[in-house]
């Protein structure tokens, strides 16, 4: 096992993994952050139907992130069991890759013989993060400065399509790329009021659908955005390979927008089958 693993997840993945002997061993690391009910029953389902040994170690790791973990871990672990109890339940079987030094996918999934792989990945704000230039930005101006944030986002999440898309080039399956952005926080700033972000959905899908023409290895991109104001659209037009969901700012437990993005030049695009149950998640 490796060396950077800490002994007390190699004993929790060694121990029974029974519904009353999990929840009894998360009581006995008190120091640790405790998880709520629906997190713990996600965790449950996910360990009792990926029992391959890989997915194990994996969900140990993911628990380590939610219990002890910094923000980032914590965020990028809760995106990572969302998705993956959503697509159980759209009756994916599934299982965790394991986590190496040749960046492979987050998940494998099947429906019947068909095959395809999932990568999640968190933008979370850092005050660390280096800032956009301003330069191509003058008509968001215009727009004020919530605007010019959803301009800023939309060429971050390009940005991140572009990063993640190297590390995936190499499946011949469909691939599936899921951008979880929990709070649209530009400035990297952690305290003070929350700033609104008001974007161009239709703006955003056209971007991804261009960028993607040029990516032919990935075969969608999935968009979930839990902190943004979607901008009222003044086109009745729409893109045929793009699917939105947007809920009510009052919704607490989902995300505001939703987006499936198909890659019109896939070399592997997804099935009917694949489609249909990318698309009841939304």
């Not at 997915?55 to 993956?84: D, F, K, V, W």
């Not at 979370?124 to 191509?136: C, T």
Request: aromatic fraction near 4%; charge should be positive.
């Amino acid at each position: 096992m490796a060396r950077w693993r800490p002994r007390r997840t190699v004993k929790f993945v060694a121990c029974s993994w029974e519904d009353n002997g999990f929840r009894k061993t998360l009581r006995t690391r008190a120091r640790c952050e405790r998880l709520s009910q629906g997190i713990e029953d996600r965790w449950v389902t996910l360990r009792r139907h990926c029992a391959d040994e890989s997915s194990g170690l994996r969900l140990g790791r993911l628990l380590h992130r939610l219990t002890c973990g910094g923000s980032g871990a914590q965020e990028s672990a809760l995106a990572e069991l969302e998705l993956a109890t959503q697509l159980v339940h759209a009756g994916v079987r599934l299982s965790f890759l394991p986590e190496s030094g040749a960046r492979t996918a987050d998940l494998e999934c099947h429906l019947g013989h068909e095959r395809f792989f999932v990568e999640v990945t968190v933008m979370v704000g850092s005050a660390a993060r280096r800032r956009i230039p301003w330069r191509g930005l003058n008509e968001a101006g215009e727009q004020g400065e919530e605007g010019c944030r959803g301009v800023m986002l939309t060429h971050r999440i390009l940005a991140r399509v572009q990063q993640k898309a190297k590390q995936l080039v190499d499946y011949c399956d469909p691939v599936v790329l899921q951008i979880s952005v929990p709070h649209a926080d530009l400035k990297g700033g952690r305290g003070g009021r929350r700033e609104e972000t008001w974007l161009d959905v239709k703006t955003l899908s056209g971007a991804v659908t261009v960028l993607l023409t040029n990516l032919p290895h990935l075969s969608a991109v999935l968009i979930a955005l839990w902190d943004v104001e979607p901008l009222p659209s003044k086109a009745g037009t729409r893109l045929v390979n793009v699917q939105v969901v947007e809920r009510a700012r009052g919704e607490r437990g989902v995300p505001r927008v939703r987006m499936l993005v198909r890659n019109p030049c896939a070399g592997a695009p997804l099935t009917e089958r694949q489609r249909e149950v990318l698309g009841r998640i939304l």
